[in-house]
């Protein structure tokens, strides 16, 4: 599913860039303004087409901005910044959504996921500028610039020929990759929580710093994992106590490992080139 998101926000992407180029007028960054205005047109159920279909949620809007700056702006006792200190160069998304929500709905987890940025801060939302966010939530993410989606959609709008990456995708391509080694059944033998714990769909967001996460599971439970401490609130966790791990923390330990979560001392992981 990240592919086909990843596919969809590009193709708005170009659509914002050939008829919202006003969006990027004062900008020195033309891709990353189109990108992040591409995933609120899909979010906002604003784009006049899309190559899959993407889920409306009622209710849901989405604002974004300069962290640094937008730190600087807010009075000092906004928890926000306390689990990742304020970035600069790196956009910050709030999506707002109805509180019946137990969970941040997928298709924000999916969509943020393809745009390649991390979730830092999810929580009730208050009422804030021109907008009553009475019975609502929000979650943040951090999306820094020049972050590699930018260059593919760069390739995309001047249209040089596509060159073969070594592991046979496209050089550039920033779709989720198994780090696994050469010998094709490698990910058979992967022991069965492990191998859980890399094909299930959950959601990874950081707590706090000093390796406190996150968990959400495909069900929507979710579970706090301590990967200093290395334990998890989950059964498998509080009854078996597995070696290795349960699938929840094993799959933190992969997140932090792949780049897609901040590090357990709250500091981003630095874009792929």
Known sequence: MTDQYLTTVLDEAERVAEHHEQVAQSSDNP??????????????????????????????????????????????????????????????????????????????????????????????????????????????????????????????????????????????????????DENPKSQDDLEPRTKRAVAEAMDVSLLSKGGRYEVQSASGNRYEVDVIDKSCTCPDWQQRSPEGGCKHLRRVDHEIKQGRVPRPDGRLPAPSN
């Open 31 to 180: 891709n990353h303004e189109y990108l992040r205005y591409a995933v609120l047109r899909l979010l906002e159920d604003e784009a006049d087409e899309t190559s899959v279909e993407i889920p409306q949620i009622d209710g849901l809007t989405v604002g974004y901005g300069e962290d640094k700056a937008m730190c600087e702006s807010w009075d000092d006792d906004v928890e926000w910044w306390e689990t990742v200190p304020p970035q600069a160069e790196c956009t910050r998304f709030r999506m707002f959504y109805p509180d019946k929500h137990e969970a941040v709905p997928r298709v924000i987890v999916d969509v943020m996921a393809a745009l390649g940025a991390w979730r830092v801060w999810t929580g009730s939302a208050a009422a804030c500028g021109s907008y009553d966010h009475r019975e609502r939530r929000e979650v943040h993410y951090l999306w820094p610039e020049g972050h590699p989606v930018e260059e593919v959609l760069h390739e995309r709008l001047s249209g040089p020929a596509e060159a073969v990456a070594p592991d046979g995708g496209r050089t550039g391509d920033v779709r989720d990759r198994l780090v696994v």
